[in-house]
């Protein structure tokens, strides 16, 4: 018997090439994917704000990258001895608000002008669950001039400061609706690929987890059935329907394991990426394994042989693709020079 329920995907009309920029923000599940295409050497802007979840902050952030906004310190605050954004992940907390303000502006400097050139955009949602700041609640947090109270990341700030609330389909879809709309004027040519996270969020509740993916989901499909240059990828219904089995997943059964995020990147690379890629995907693969190696002796002949053999194939594929950056790849096996 066959104890899996396999689904094809359909390859998409128009797929990614090494000569194309991708931006990619939202779940932690984009982090994964962000991985395997660096890996790859496509070139790459990963979570400019870092992990985001719900498709508020989302679009917020894109659109600040927009404007571009730049932070002042009206924009974050003070809590636990360290500054911290309402609309950013705590890698970009410092305990010197100028050390902030410095990471966050370099983050959105860049994600504006990689935005702006970009040719992909990956969108992974999270959790239609938002927090909405009580302003009321508290004088000791400035939520600064912002166009929502939700906020990105609670900072482990008190639950009673904030406002737990289900988006409604139709409250996602004007979020989305005005991304789109904003996207097409600043990125005229920019494609987007939107995917729903298969990642649980159980601190919701399974029953309230469920309901926070069928608003993302209906509202996702509504809006690629909408425009063109939209497309929908999956990743949450391959680890729900097709693998559907807590062995492929951590040990915490919310995350998806390596097996798991290889299979869908498998799956990514089948339906999403153009097939001009796959020849430098396989060369890459070996070197990426070249470069994991950890001899038994550094000073060997052997070695030093080895590197050396690996540096002039990074070598042949950086005269054969000179648009692709190998600079990390030959630094690492130079060592082999004599």
């Not at 860049?110 to 969108?123: G, M, R, S, Y």
């Not at 339906?271 to 396989?282: F, R, T, V």
């Amino acid at each position: 018997m066959d104890f899996r329920i396999s689904f094809d995907i359909k390859a998409f009309s128009e797929r990614i090439q090494h000569r194309q920029k991708i931006l990619l923000t939202g779940s932690c599940f984009t982090e994964h994917i962000a991985k395997y295409l660096t890996d790859n050497k496509f070139t790459v802007l990963g979570n400019p704000n870092g992990i985001l979840f719900n498709p508020v902050s989302i679009t917020h952030s894109l659109l600040s990258y927009i404007q571009p906004k730049q932070y002042t310190q009206k924009d974050i605050f003070y809590f636990n001895e360290s500054w911290h954004s309402w609309d950013h992940h705590s890698r970009f907390s410092a305990i010197e608000a100028t050390d902030s303000l410095s990471s966050i502006n370099a983050s959105q400097t860049a994600a504006h002008h990689f935005l702006k050139a970009a040719d992909w955009l990956i969108i992974t949602l999270g959790s239609a669950f938002v927090y909405e700041w009580v302003e009321e609640s508290s004088p000791l947090f400035s939520v600064g001039q912002r166009s929502t109270n939700v906020v990105a990341n609670c900072h482990k700030v008190p639950q009673d400061k904030f406002r737990k609330k289900l988006l409604t389909p139709e409250e996602v879809l004007a979020q989305l609706d005005e991304l789109i709309y904003r996207l097409s004027i600043f990125n005229p040519h920019l494609k987007i690929i939107f995917t729903i996270s298969p990642v649980r969020h159980l601190r919701d509740g399974l029953i309230e987890n469920n309901k926070s993916k069928a608003v993302l989901i209906q509202s996702v499909h509504t809006i690629t059935d909408k425009f063109d240059k939209l497309f929908y990828f999956p990743a949450y219904e391959l680890l729900i329907d097709d693998l559907r089995d807590y062995r492929f997943y951590a040990e915490d059964m919310v995350h998806p394991n390596y097996m798991a995020t290889d299979y869908v990147w498998e799956k990514f690379t089948a339906a999403c990426i153009d097939p001009s890629a796959y020849s430098i995907m396989k060369e890459m693969q070996m070197i990426n394994m070249a470069t994991r190696h950890r001899p038994f002796n550094p000073t060997s002949t052997a070695h030093r042989q080895f590197l050396q053999q690996n540096a002039e194939k990074v070598r042949r594929m950086k005269e054969q693709y000179p648009y692709i950056d190998f600079t990390n790849e030959l630094d690492y096996f130079g060592k082999g020079k004599t």
